[in-house]
């Protein structure tokens, strides 16, 4: 099994341009999360999403939407990048099970860096 | 601010002794997990633990949770030099009835040879 992919690994933006950051699992996990990672701030949660067709906002939403039109796929866009948004993206996906209480799998990264 | 805040910030030790890493948070849990990321990758999960349990362990690793001071600590027995990385802790938390995961700012472990 592949577990949580992301594509890009890596991308470069300019100021105001848009992009979509795609995230796949193939373990049928409900709930997916996506997350940026700055230096110094650990994880702060930007949406997140407990099942095909629902988001929900995190810590920082700001700047970003989200979509799970299918339940493998967990889409983060940009509409208009800025430099603020330089940072490592990740996405996570759990089962949620019983009370809630199992771990998340996390993709590999995306850099952006918008210029 | 952020959910779960780890302490300390930075540690270095030598091959072999132990390393304590803590977390304290502020708002009621469902669970408080804790995950390693070596430099550049994704985070890999190492332990969970429910509100309702005090400690946990896993080979090297024991987990314990106090909720009434809103704190866990992670101890990791006998360092390696590949247990060099960042350790974060991240709570459960219940919001509108679902779970989401809210993560701390890390410790990152020096481990040398």
């Known amino acids: 099994n592949a577990g949580v992919t992301q594509t890009p690994k890596f991308r470069v933006l300019k100021t105001g341009q848009s992009m979509t950051l795609l995230c796949a699992q193939d373990m049928n996990h409900e709930y997916m999360y996506w997350y940026r990672q700055d230096p110094g701030m650990g994880l702060r949660l930007i949406h997140y999403s407990v099942g095909e067709g629902t988001t929900a906002k995190g810590e920082v939403p700001d700047g970003y939407n989200v979509s799970r039109l299918k339940k493998q796929n967990f889409l983060l866009g940009l509409e208009s990048a800025a430099p603020s948004q330089t940072s490592v993206y990740f996405c996570a996906s759990s089962y949620p099970g019983r009370a809630m209480n199992t771990e998340a799998f996390f993709g590999q990264g995306t850099r952006l860096t918008v210029v | 601010s952020q959910q779960g805040e780890e302490d300390p910030q930075a540690l270095s030790i030598q091959e072999g002794e132990n390393a304590t890493m803590n977390c304290s948070y502020k708002?009621?849990?469902?669970?408080l997990q804790w995950y390693r990321q070596n430099s550049g990758r994704g985070l890999v999960h190492l332990i969970l633990?429910?509100?309702?349990?005090r400690e946990k362990h896993s080979g090297r690793l024991r987990v314990t949770l106090d909720t009434s001071k809103k704190s866990s600590s992670l101890l990791i027995t006998a360092s390696r030099a590949a247990d060099t990385a960042s350790y974060f802790c991240?709570?459960?938390?219940?919001?509108?009835?679902?779970?989401?995961?809210?993560f701390g700012a890390g410790t990152r472990l020096a481990v040398h040879p």
């Open positions: 633990i429910r509100s309702n349990e």
């Open positions: 708002t009621s849990i469902n669970n």
């Open positions: 991240a709570t459960g938390l219940l919001s509108g009835g679902y779970n989401k995961l809210i």
